[in-house]
């Protein structure tokens, strides 16, 4: 910035938190796209109980 520059005004167009967290923007989004899917995954594995010799309760 030129020494005879001047800035008017002291409102900032987001907070000074905001600018340290958007540097990590895409690996936090990476992050959470690979907590879905590992979720998702985990969540639909065992929707029915394991049974032996692959019987249910009607298998008595």
């Known amino acids: 910035m030129a020494s005879t520059a001047t ?3 002291d409102r900032t167009i ?3 938190r905001f600018w340290l ?3 990590f ?3 936090l989004i990476l992050i959470g796209i690979i907590w879905l899917i ?3 995954i985990r969540r639909n594995r ?6 032996p010799n692959g019987q249910g309760i009607q298998g008595r």
């Open 25 to 27: 923007a895409p690996l």
């Open 14 to 16: 987001m907070p000074g």
């Open 46 to 51: 065992y929707q029915f109980p394991a049974y």
């Open 38 to 40: 590992v979720h998702m």
């Open 21 to 23: 967290i958007l540097p």
């Open 7 to 9: 800035i008017h005004g």
